[in-house]
């Protein structure tokens, strides 16, 4: 497995587990499993993030509800097949795994760096305060020919130098992994609160010579 692939999607987060583990799949007899971790915003609102986390690592038929955990790995997407179209699901793909005494006050507990091309053209706009934003797609090499897609979200100076990327430039975002509550619309009559995931850019880089 190339080092150069690994070292494009990077991610350390720590929080509280929030949930039991979830039989997820099984690949050459080794098992995979969800847990839930709420990681604090300095803000102290938390974000809920999934992590997928192997029967090798952990021992799965044990409830850590309430316990600190610290974990590394990769931030990772499929598609998952409902509703006759392809929905996107993002989770940290765990590698390393230890327990924390506690939730360190003021310590980097959601870090992530991701080096890709944008997939998309940016999608720019501003809020009614005036607030800027840019939404992108970056998609992340792995190994095997795979690709992982995330999106992210930049805000201020980072999303007007956003804005002008074309699809394919090559690029590093540097940032945290953050959760959002939306309605997602069912029928005429019905809506379903369903959870997103994106990285929030703190700093960005083209890494295209080219690029002006």
Request: glycine share 6%; proline share 2%.
């Amino acid at each position: 497995m190339s080092d150069k692939v690994m070292e494009n999607n990077q991610v350390t987060v720590m929080g509280e587990v929030a949930s039991q583990f979830l039989f997820s799949h099984e690949v050459f007899g080794e098992g995979f499993y969800m847990v839930d971790i709420l990681v604090k915003r300095l803000s102290n609102s938390d974000d809920r993030i999934p992590l997928m986390v192997s029967e090798r690592l952990i021992d799965v038929t044990k409830d850590y509800t309430g316990e600190f955990i610290m974990v590394s790995g990769q931030f990772r997407s499929y598609n998952r097949h409902e509703e006759q179209k392809n929905r996107l699901v993002l989770s940290v793909f765990v590698r390393e795994i230890s327990f924390v005494d506690e939730e360190l006050d003021g310590a980097k507990t959601n870090q992530i760096m991701l080096e890709g091309y944008i997939c998309k053209a940016p999608i720019y706009r501003k809020t009614p305060l005036g607030r800027e934003i840019a939404d992108l797609l970056l998609a992340v090499n792995r190994p095997y020919g795979k690709s992982d897609y995330i999106p992210c979200i930049c805000w201020g100076r980072n999303a007007r130098y956003a804005s002008n990327f074309e699809v394919g430039e090559h690029v590093q975002v540097l940032g945290r992994i953050q959760s959002r509550e939306y309605l997602k619309k069912i029928s005429e009559t019905e809506t379903e609160t369903r959870t997103a995931y994106e990285v929030s850019v703190s700093k960005l880089e083209c890494l295209d010579e080219a690029f002006i």
